[in-house]
């Protein structure tokens, strides 16, 4: 492999195809696509300020570099990447991306990022700003992260995520076969339109969650100021402590320990097929 370190490039693809290159504090100054088409590339302690550095890329190694703002739209149209120890200020970083891996990294402005990518696994990673956060994205390993940003994982099939926090509005939205352990959910409607969806061991704040699901699971989970839950959702839920409100839910059973208000309005499909048990007594249906 040959190696290259302690230089700067800039222009228009000025490693354009190369193959089996590693790179060391390697400066990229402003221009396009310096690495497009190519093959079995390691970059390590690097500077990236150009645009689309890495499109149409296989067996790409990045550790301990630094994308700007500058360098967005870096990794599109890609195979094998692979990122340590890196920060990104850039937004849109992955677009259709098979075997994405990140691990230790900060991503500042993760606006856009990992649209249509397959087989992602993000392990202590911190995402700020990203909004449409691996939209319809597939195969997906989260642990020990930090996301912000609305619109989370909307679309997303085959999700695992473990012990991370995610500060959204409508994450989840219309996923597939999606587990979530150990986790704090922040935001307004998540997992909506969502098909099984099971949270285990999670705290849930925000309001009117969990709405138009199908078959939804909740096993030992805390809701937190949450109101209108489960409206037309079917559901199994293990609730810790109290929810404010349910509203319609379709059917399925929910256990709290108390429920501030069961709305059972005139839009309920079926007002008797959601057993609902409380220890305390269960409030009257009452009509919004």
Not at 149 to 158: C, I, K, S
Request: glycine share 6%; with cysteine.
């Amino acid at each position: 492999m040959e190696t290259i370190r302690d230089c700067c490039f800039e222009g228009e693809r000025p490693l354009f195809a190369s193959s089996d290159l590693r790179l060391e504090n390697v400066q990229f100054y402003p221009g396009d696509s310096a690495l497009k088409e190519s093959q079995h590339i390691a970059a390590v302690d690097c500077l990236f300020m150009g645009r689309y550095p890495f499109w149409h890329t296989e067996r790409t190694r990045l550790s301990n570099c630094h994308f700007t703002a500058a360098s967005r739209d870096a990794l599109w149209y890609a195979s094998e990447v692979r990122m340590v120890d890196t920060v990104v200020e850039a937004p849109r970083m992955f677009r259709q991306v098979r075997q994405l891996h990140l691990e230790n990294s900060r991503l500042t402005n993760a606006a856009e990022c990992g649209w249509n990518c397959r087989d992602v696994v993000f392990h202590q990673v911190e995402l700020r700003g990203g909004d449409y956060l691996l939209l319809n994205s597939q195969y997906i390993d989260l642990e020990g992260c930090r996301l912000q940003g609305n619109y989370a994982l909307q679309d997303t099939r085959e999700v695992v995520v473990r012990d991370t926090t995610i500060e959204s509005n409508d994450a989840f939205w219309n996923t597939e076969n999606v587990t979530v352990y150990d986790s704090i959910l922040v935001g307004e409607c998540l997992g909506w339109h969502s098909k099984n969806l099971r949270l285990v061991n999670c705290t849930i704040h925000g309001t009117q969650p969990l709405c138009y699901a199908k078959n939804l699971v909740l096993e030992n989970c805390t809701l937190v100021e949450t109101d209108r839950c489960f409206e037309y959702s079917t559901l199994q839920a293990q609730i810790n402590g109290d929810i404010l409100s349910v509203k319609n839910p379709t059917s399925g059973c929910i256990t709290a320990r108390s429920i501030g208000e069961l709305i059972l309005d005139e839009h309920c499909l079926d007002p008797g097929a959601c057993r609902i048990s409380t220890a305390d007594a269960v409030p009257y249906p009452s009509v919004s």
